[in-house]
């Protein structure tokens, strides 16, 4: 079945450092590709997302390229600040399979000032 | 201005006593899902409906029932919440069709507690 793996945490950094968060998925077809953040007592929020292959999203500084031929989409920001510091999920969502959304297990960011 | 709203933010239960969520969503989207999130943990999919066609995960208890009585609103039933169902549950909704499923797009979010 579909599957996201993406690197355990906590990831620490000072604050401007450059962030990589890994994520590579298993799925048949085509599916779409997604970033998810969620602060402290809070819902997700799409960061961004890719919806084919070489497509690269990006949204507040932070982007991700879908790499078919690695299954890849890692998640990157060249300068992170204190108010990046959430949780970061991977995930992917496809039409057959019954349109659900498959959630890698989260990567907790800690950006120290 | 919020499109997926869940009500309430807080919710206390008995043990054993049944309680209900609520999801409401204001984007006209087809299908909705309800997630269970345990404390540093991935949001875990009990079930989804694709407009009326229910879904459930192989994995979800008996004890978890939804209903989806129109478009606008999603209700998550736990019949007899034990300790163990004390986590953060999340509603979502999203646009399916053919190949292709927008993303997913979130409500706050219900924090249940079971004394």
């Known amino acids: 079945g579909d599957s996201v793996t993406q690197m355990e945490g906590p990831v620490t950094l000072s604050e401007e450092a450059f962030l990589t968060i890994n994520c590579t998925y298993t799925?048949?077809?085509?599916?779409?590709l997604f970033w998810y953040v969620q602060y402290p007592g809070e819902g997700l929020q799409l960061l961004l997302k890719?919806?084919?292959?070489?497509d690269k999203g990006s949204n507040k500084g932070f982007e991700a390229t879908y790499r078919k031929e690695t299954t890849s989409f890692h998640l990157e920001k060249g300068s992170v600040q204190v108010s990046d510091s959430a949780v970061y999920f991977c995930?992917?969502?496809?039409?057959?399979?019954?349109?659900?959304?498959?959630f890698g297990a989260g990567t907790r960011l800690f950006v120290k000032a | 201005d919020a499109m997926v709203i869940q009500n309430p933010r807080y919710q206390v239960t008995q043990f054993g006593k049944p309680v209900t969520l609520s999801c409401s969503q204001t984007?006209?989207?087809?299908?909705m899902y309800w997630y269970q999130q345990k404390s540093s943990q991935a949001p875990k999919l009990l079930f989804h409906?694709?407009?009326?066609?229910?879904?459930n995960e192989a994995d979800t208890p008996d004890n978890f029932q939804s209903r989806r009585p129109n478009t606008s609103f999603c209700f998550l039933d736990i019949r007899s919440p034990g300790l163990g169902d004390a986590a953060m549950y999340l509603c979502?909704?999203?646009?399916?069709?053919?190949?292709?499923?927008?993303?997913?797009?979130f409500g706050q979010g219900t924090r249940l507690t079971v004394v």
């Open positions: 799925a048949t077809g085509y599916p779409s």
């Open positions: 995930a992917l969502s496809r039409g057959t399979g019954g349109f659900k959304t498959i």
């Open positions: 890719a919806t084919k292959a070489d």
């Open positions: 984007l006209n989207h087809n299908v």
């Open positions: 979502a909704t999203s646009h399916g069709q053919g190949l292709m499923n927008t993303e997913a797009f």
């Open positions: 409906y694709y407009d009326k066609d229910f879904n």
